[in-house]
Structures are given as C-alpha cells and as structure tokens.
C-alpha cells in the first residue's frame, strides 16, 4: 500500500535531486528519507530510483508515481480540511426524521438554535412515524430519528441497539367539543376516560389509533371509531365541528389550534415518552451530537418533565 507520507518524500528527491536536500526540505535527516524510499519501492515491487553520482534520476515508474502524486496529496489535504470543519462543526450534515407533532414543535426551536450556533452544519427534515422511522435509522436511511412509545407498552426492547436521548414526557388528554358536557371541566379537574364510552371517535395516526384501544378497553369498553385521520388538524376540527371525541398528545394539541374544542385530562394519566434516537457510530459524530444537545435543550425550554439523560446507553 501506498503511504501518502512516502509520496511527499518521493516528490522532495524528484524536486532536488539528492535525499540529503529533500531531507533538509522535509526537515528530516537522510538517512530517514532513505528508509522511507526503500520502503515506497518495497510497496509498489519496482525501484523509483536511479542512484549514480551526486544526483538521482527518477525511472519510467519513478515519474508516472511523481506525475499522480500532486493530485493524490491534494485530494487527501481537501479531504482532512473537510474532515476537520466536520469535526469542528464548521461543515457536516444530519438527516432527521420525526413525527408531526414533534416537527412541528421540538424541532423548529432545535433546528435554529442549531443554525445560530453552528451555521455550517445543514439538517434535512423528513416526516414518519414509529416504528417506521426507527426502521429507516437503522437502515441508514437517517442518521437521527425522533420517535415514541407509551408507557407501560410491550416492545420496550425495540430500542436495545440504539442510543436512546428521553427529551420529555407527553401526556394523553381528552378533545371534546366546546358545548359537550365535560367541556366546563378543563384543567382544573380530570375525568375518567369511560364518562367518554357512548361517544362517537375521532382517532388519530395508527399507533396512537392502537393506544386509545387498548386504553378503553381496560376502562370496560371498546371505542366506536366513526373517523381515523393521521391529520391532527382534521382531528381536533371534527372535534371543533361536534362530530366526535378524541384523545391526543398534548404535544399534539399544542401543534394546532384547537378552534371549537376543550381539553379535558383524563384519569388515570396515559403518557408517553419521547425520544431521540440514533446509532452507536452516528451518536460521536459533532453535528449530530449538537442536534441531540439543541432537542433536548428545546424539550427544556417547553417546560415539560425531561427524564434522565442515557445519551450514549444502548
């Protein structure tokens, strides 16, 4: 194999003739340039060289080496400079991809606090939900997802091989329409999801669809889905336009403006976890360890419960 260190000392003796002068160029001694020229000529089986007198002349080989040798040790210098301004956050790029409502809430905040502190760093947003999103990281489609699960779910093993960064915790509320009779009862107080089993439904993306299932039917009744949208705006205007109830993420009903609808909390209290997610490898990169940093930074900033920081944990 060709060393690029040996290219430079071939490319010192091609330009002044003797490994005394190009040692004094180099400012290495001769018998050092000697070694590495025994060495380069080891590597590619052919001498460079044509030792006589005072002077040395290249051979047929020697020149076609000096002839690729200025492109190659330029590529290799562009190649460390841009490897440099990615370790210092000067360059680089990261592909996210996220769920709506954290698109539209997390990631704006993050995204320019990233921008502002490290302009040269580029993200790319592309929206999927869980598990299709950890799929595409793992098939390095991504190089960070923004994902879900809720507390208390099977599969809490799915995340095993990855680095796993809890930003915060997102509560289930209850969507009702502003005339419905629960609609007085608002943040103050909380009302259990089976006051809601005679309702029509309004049930979001598939996951959360699976979710409010599961949740009724521990309180004794199964849900009569009337619509199904992954659109959280169509589901909190079916709600506004008194066809229906829901139950959404509160980062979900902080996504949109909920005209013509009154959040309710419901007991018991229904969370789920979000998280940013990303390989082993991909978690030492800078500009995706930033963008780690500015989510969990944003999380902070809204005022929600963070979990404890297992950045670095598999």
Do not use: N
Request: charged fraction near 20%.
């Amino acid at each position: 194999m060709i060393e690029a260190r040996h290219l430079r000392v071939l490319r010192a003796v091609a330009a002044t003739g003797s490994f005394s002068a190009a040692g004094r160029e180099l400012g290495c001694t001769q018998p050092a340039v000697s070694q590495q020229m025994k060495a380069l000529e080891a590597s590619v089986g052919t001498p460079l060289l044509i030792r006589g007198g005072r002077e040395m002349r290249l051979t047929q080989a020697g020149e076609a080496l000096v002839r690729h040798a200025a492109g190659i040790l330029a590529g290799l210098t562009a190649a460390e400079e841009e490897v440099a301004a990615i370790a210092g956050l000067r360059a680089g790029r990261v592909r996210l991809v996220s769920f709506p409502s954290g698109s539209s809430t997390l990631v704006p905040t993050a995204l320019a606090a990233l921008r502002a502190a490290h302009p040269g760093t580029r993200v790319s947003l592309e929206e999927a939900e869980p598990p299709q999103s950890v799929e595409l990281l793992r098939e390095g489609d991504c190089d960070l997802a923004l994902a879900f699960r809720y507390e208390g779910a099977a599969g809490a093993e799915e995340w095993d091989d990855l680095v796993v960064r809890p930003l915060l915790t997102d509560r289930l509320v209850a969507l009702v329409p502003e005339r419905h009779r629960l609609a007085r009862t608002g943040s103050s107080g909380s009302v259990a999801i089976g006051e809601l089993a005679g309702e029509p439904w309004i049930a979001g993306c598939p996951r959360c669809r699976g979710q409010l299932v599961e949740v009724c039917e521990a309180a004794g009744f199964t849900p009569r889905i009337d619509f199904a949208t992954d659109d959280y705006p169509a589901v909190v205007g079916l709600v506004g336009a008194g066809l229906g109830v829901a139950v959404l993420p509160q980062l979900a009903v902080e996504s949109v403006r909920p005209r013509g609808a009154r959040t309710v909390t419901l007991e018991p209290a229904v969370r789920r976890e979000i998280v940013a997610l990303t390989l082993p490898d991909l978690a030492q990169v800078p500009a995706v360890a930033a963008t780690l940093d500015q989510l969990a930074r944003a999380a902070r900033r809204g005022k929600r419960a963070p979990q404890g920081d297992t950045s670095g944990q598999k």
